[in-house]
C-alpha cells in the first residue's frame, strides 16, 4: 500500500499532503494502513488522524502505524456500515427484524463535528467530515460499468476528479483510484449525492455530457490493466 500511496501521490501533485499545517485525515477502511503511514512522512508530525479500522473480530488486520501514546491519532475499530447517524437514520427508524439491529450505531462518529453498501456508506461519511475544499481518495472498481460513470459523473459536479491506477499492487486487477480534489463538501450536489445515485442520469445525457471526459480518465486505468494483463501467468499458454 505505501508504494501504491507513493505512485499516488507523485501521479496527482501531491494527494497525501495536506493544504493546512497541522491538517486532518479521516481514514475509513484503515487497516493495514500503508496510507496512513505515507500520510505521516508527507505531513507535518501535528497531523490529526481519525480512523477506522474493521474490528478484529470482523478480521481486520493489525494497524501497522505506530500510534500508542500518539493523541493526534485516533484509532476506532468499527464497522462503517453501522453509523445509523451519519446515514441520517434514528434507531427506531431500523427495524426490529433487522439481522443487525443491535449493532447499528447511534452516534456520530464524530462528535465534533456486501460493496454498495460499503461504498455508500464511505462516501456519506466522506462527504459529511471533508472540509470544503479538502481531498478525497477513493479505491473503486470497474470504470468502465454504468454506475461508476453515473459515479464520476456525480462526482466531478462538486470536485476536481483525476482517476489512478497504479502500476505497482495486482494491476491485472479491474482497481483504480480516484483522488477528488477541490471537493465542495457542502455544495448541493455533495448533499443529493445519494438520490443522484438512485435515481441516475438516462444514458443519453451521460453520454453527451460526460462520456468525452469519461473516455479521458479510462483511457489510462484501461491501458495499465491491460497492460498487466498481458503479462499476467494465468493468460500465458
Ligand atoms: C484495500 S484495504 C485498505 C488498505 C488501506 N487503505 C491501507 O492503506 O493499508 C480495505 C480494508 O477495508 C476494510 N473494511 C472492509 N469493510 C469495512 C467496514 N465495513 N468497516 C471498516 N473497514 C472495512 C477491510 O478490513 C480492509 O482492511
Redesign the pocket.
Known sequence: ?QRI?TELQNATGGCFTTKTKSGAIL??????????VAAMALNDPSLRIRA???PFS????KIILPHENNHAIQISY????MFAEDMGMGLNEISASHPDHRQFMHAPIYHEGESIR?QT?SFVLALEHLRPGGTLIT?LHKIEVWGMACLLQTMSMFSEVRVHKPKSGRANRSFFYVVAKNVQSASREAEVYQAARESGPQSEELVAEFGPRLVKLGRSVCFTQANALAKAPFLRN
Do not use: E, H, K, V
Open positions: 500500500m500511496a481514514d475509513i477502511c484503515t487497516a493495514p494502513g500503508g496510507f496512513l477506522c479500522p474493521l470482523q478480521g481486520s488486520y468499527l464497522d462503517i456500515t460499503l456508506s479505491l
